[in-house]
């Protein structure tokens, strides 16, 4: 079954008004809690017309192995192609993109798939399986100066095959139970082999592709923009013109969509930003709501004193009252559930019954906190004074989630300053360990744990473990679950993992988000998924005249 996404209701009587918009939002979040309804759309696809819609900020380079965030993510996407894809209507389903069919092995060690023919790049070149390797290769054993932020995602392979121009062979040393979905990662932008072959660092400032979109400028501080690439290889996509990004803060963006100059922000927006503008916009707009495969997470420098003390990691992790949280930031930010390492809600998430006995996470939080100033006189830790790194130009939820933090430590007499940086010199800092303690972003685009915990494995195997740490047992424990077949053997071993992490609290979850998107309700074809980063290619979209 599928139906309308909700439509933001008319101007009206103030009270009916209210009224109606409170409707408008609850209908959202029942809606999206059943599969494959969200977004979708009752007209046909028609053809034409140029997407404007809002980025909060720019890219720190253009490489898709090497990047996090959905500043990069949004105004890329379009450009790349990816083995596999997400069908974001019907989640977590999977579906091909470049592979026009696979096949997995008996014993889930042999991946084959067979690509479509006549891709093409943006300049002409003809794509064959050589370019999935060379990008494969790259991901799984990045050359030196370059990053690959999700490698330990991909430490199952062993070997990639090309035994003819249409056919890649990806073999693995053991079974892992969220293979296919890597192979959907958006973040797995093939490149073309020719190019990284003349310059492995050449996507991070260039862009070649064979997506359905061309590159046209990227206007720094202003926009991005993309036309549609006539030699697609899906017949009739895709349906729009092009696209264009501006480059605007969240609180732009509100006043942008009120008045039509952008059609949509895919990352979300806050409660009280959506009641404006429904307030503001009426039927012009489109809401859609849906638990979030994000969280903010606080992350300590294990490799710098006194954050090498687990002691001193976990009082600071302890000190924060995560449950009254999300009462003091739902309205004002997207920050609202209260989580483990796994999406709450989700098939592996920790019931709350097992969670509030873990460190960090109880409903007493006198009796937390008084635990935080024990273990801090434990390890001879007095007079201590913070510097938390955090996101500047990505306000919402950032900013609100630094500050609480600052005054949650202050309860048990931490004195903290807040260091806030640019997209690109904040993620630097986490990828250089150029911090003391930090808020971190923890997204991925699917719920499993072989993707979920990769940041919580040794550094050395991970690069987006920030925390620097090294913890083997964890390692152990990500590499048995992920060969689990029994679901319910899994499960334990990430249990294990979890309770493990968040005691060692080299990282540690702070808060969940909730999505909300909202966007012209003559913007079609886009779904609404737990992700911000799947469902980005625009090749399935339109605009309806």
Same mark, same amino acid.
């Given at each position: 079954?599928?139906?309308?996404?909700?439509?933001?209701?008319?101007?009206?009587?103030?009270?009916?008004?209210?009224?109606?918009?409170?409707?408008? @939002?609850?209908?959202?979040?029942?809606?999206?809690?059943?599969?494959?309804?969200?977004?979708?759309?009752?007209?046909?696809?028609?053809?034409?017309?140029?997407?404007?819609?809002?980025?909060?900020?720019?890219?720190?380079?253009?490489?898709?192995?090497?990047?996090?965030?959905?500043?990069?993510?949004?105004?890329?996407?379009?450009?790349?192609?990816?083995?596999?894809?997400?069908?974001?209507?019907?989640?977590?389903?999977?579906?091909?993109?470049?592979?026009?069919?696979?096949?997995?092995?008996?014993?889930?060690?042999?991946?084959?798939?067979?690509?479509?023919?006549?891709?093409?790049?943006?300049?002409?070149?003809?794509?064959?399986?050589?370019?999935?390797?060379?990008?494969?290769?790259?991901? *799984?054993?990045?050359?030196?100066?370059?990053?690959?932020?999700?490698?330990?995602?991909?430490?199952?392979?062993?070997?990639?095959?090309?035994?003819?121009?249409?056919?890649?062979?990806?073999?693995?040393?053991?079974?892992?139970?969220?293979?296919?979905?890597?192979?959907?990662?958006? #973040?797995?932008?093939?490149?073309?082999?020719?190019?990284?072959?003349?310059?492995?660092?050449?996507?991070?400032?260039?862009?070649?592709?064979?997506?359905?979109? *061309?590159?046209?400028?990227?206007?720094?501080?202003?926009? #991005?923009?993309?036309?549609?690439?006539?030699?697609?290889?899906?017949?009739?996509?895709?349906?729009?013109?092009?696209?264009?990004?501006?480059?605007?803060?969240?609180?732009?963006?509100?006043?942008?969509?009120?008045?039509?100059?952008?059609?949509?922000?895919?990352?979300?927006?806050?409660?009280?930003?959506?009641?404006?503008?429904?307030?503001?916009?009426?039927?012009?707009?489109?809401?859609?709501?849906?638990?979030?495969?994000?969280?903010?997470?606080?992350?300590?420098?294990?490799?710098?004193?006194?954050?090498?003390?687990?002691?001193?990691?976990?009082?600071?992790?302890?000190?924060?009252?995560? #449950?009254?949280?999300?009462?003091?930031?739902?309205?004002?930010?997207?920050?609202?559930?209260?989580?483990?390492?796994?999406?709450?809600?989700?098939?592996?998430?920790?019931?709350?019954?097992?969670?509030?006995?873990?460190?960090?996470?109880?409903?007493?939080? @006198?009796?937390?906190?008084?635990?935080?100033?024990?273990?801090?006189?434990?390890?001879?830790?007095?007079?201590?004074?913070?510097?938390?790194?955090?996101?500047?130009?990505?306000?919402?939820?950032?900013?609100?989630?630094?500050?609480?933090?600052?005054?949650?430590?202050?309860?048990?007499?931490?004195?903290?300053?807040?260091?806030?940086?640019?997209?690109?010199?904040?993620?630097?800092?986490?990828?250089?360990?150029?911090?003391?303690?930090?808020?971190?972003?923890?997204?991925?685009?699917?719920?499993?744990?072989?993707?979920?915990?990769?940041?919580?494995?040794?550094?050395?195997?991970?690069?987006?473990?920030?925390?620097?740490?090294?913890?083997?047992?964890?390692?152990?424990?990500?590499?048995?679950?992920?060969?689990?077949?029994?679901?319910?053997?899994?499960?334990?071993?990430?249990?294990?993992?979890?309770?493990?992490? *968040?005691?060692?609290?080299?990282?540690?979850?702070?808060?969940?988000?909730?999505?909300?998107?909202?966007?012209?309700?003559?913007?079609?074809?886009?779904?609404?998924?737990?992700?911000?980063?799947?469902?980005?290619?625009?090749?399935?979209? #339109?605009?309806?005249?």
């Amino acid at each position: 079954m599928k139906n309308e996404p909700t439509r933001a209701p008319a101007d009206g009587p103030a009270e009916r008004r209210w009224m109606r918009r409170r409707l408008a @939002a609850t209908c959202c979040a029942v809606l999206l809690a059943l599969p494959g309804i969200a977004g979708a759309a009752s007209s046909s696809p028609q053809r034409g017309g140029t997407l404007p819609f809002a980025v909060d900020a720019e890219p720190p380079n253009y490489d898709c192995h090497a990047n996090f965030s959905f500043v990069l993510m949004h105004v890329v996407a379009p450009h790349y192609s990816t083995l596999l894809k997400f069908d974001t209507a019907n989640y977590p389903q999977v579906a091909g993109d470049l592979a026009d069919s696979w096949n997995v092995s008996p014993d889930r060690r042999t991946y084959t798939f067979k690509l479509h023919p006549n891709v093409l790049f943006h300049d002409g070149s003809k794509l064959t399986s050589a370019d999935v390797k060379a990008s494969y290769d790259r991901i *799984v054993h990045p050359p030196e100066g370059v990053l690959s932020v999700r490698q330990a995602d991909y430490a199952a392979i062993t070997s990639i095959e090309t035994p003819d121009p249409l056919t890649v062979v990806f073999h693995l040393q053991w079974p892992d139970a969220a293979m296919l979905a890597n192979f959907a990662s958006p #973040w797995n932008c093939i490149y073309s082999a020719a190019k990284l072959a003349e310059d492995p660092t050449f996507p991070k400032t260039h862009i070649l592709g064979t997506g359905p979109f *061309v590159f046209v400028e990227h206007v720094k501080g202003d926009h #991005w923009s993309g036309k549609r690439w006539d030699k697609y290889f899906q017949q009739g996509k895709p349906y729009l013109d092009g696209y264009r990004t501006e480059f605007i803060s969240e609180t732009a963006a509100v006043k942008a969509m009120e008045s039509g100059r952008i059609m949509a922000q895919f990352r979300s927006f806050t409660p009280s930003e959506r009641d404006e503008m429904v307030e503001m916009a009426g039927n012009r707009l489109e809401v859609r709501e849906g638990p979030w495969t994000s969280y903010v997470a606080l992350a300590f420098n294990t490799t710098q004193p006194p954050f090498n003390d687990a002691r001193v990691r976990r009082a600071l992790s302890l000190a924060i009252d995560r #449950w009254g949280g999300t009462e003091a930031l739902a309205n004002t930010t997207f920050l609202k559930y209260v989580g483990g390492l796994m999406r709450p809600g989700s098939a592996m998430a920790t019931p709350e019954a097992e969670l509030v006995t873990m460190p960090g996470f109880s409903r007493d939080i @006198a009796a937390s906190r008084a635990e935080a100033k024990r273990l801090l006189a434990e390890a001879g830790v007095t007079n201590l004074e913070v510097t938390l790194t955090n996101r500047k130009d990505v306000p919402v939820p950032y900013g609100p989630a630094g500050e609480f933090v600052l005054a949650q430590w202050r309860e048990i007499g931490v004195r903290g300053t807040h260091e806030l940086l640019s997209t690109k010199e904040w993620q630097a800092a986490l990828e250089k360990g150029k911090f003391a303690a930090a808020i971190d972003l923890a997204a991925d685009y699917f719920d499993d744990p072989t993707i979920n915990l990769a940041r919580y494995v040794s550094r050395d195997l991970s690069p987006s473990n920030h925390a620097g740490s090294t913890d083997r047992f964890l390692d152990a424990l990500y590499i048995g679950q992920a060969i689990s077949t029994d679901t319910r053997e899994r499960m334990k071993i990430v249990r294990d993992f979890e309770r493990h992490a *968040v005691t060692e609290a080299s990282t540690v979850p702070l808060l969940w988000w909730n999505r909300l998107v909202v966007s012209s309700a003559k913007f079609k074809g886009w779904n609404i998924s737990p992700s911000q980063y799947i469902g980005q290619d625009l090749s399935d979209v #339109w605009i309806e005249q």
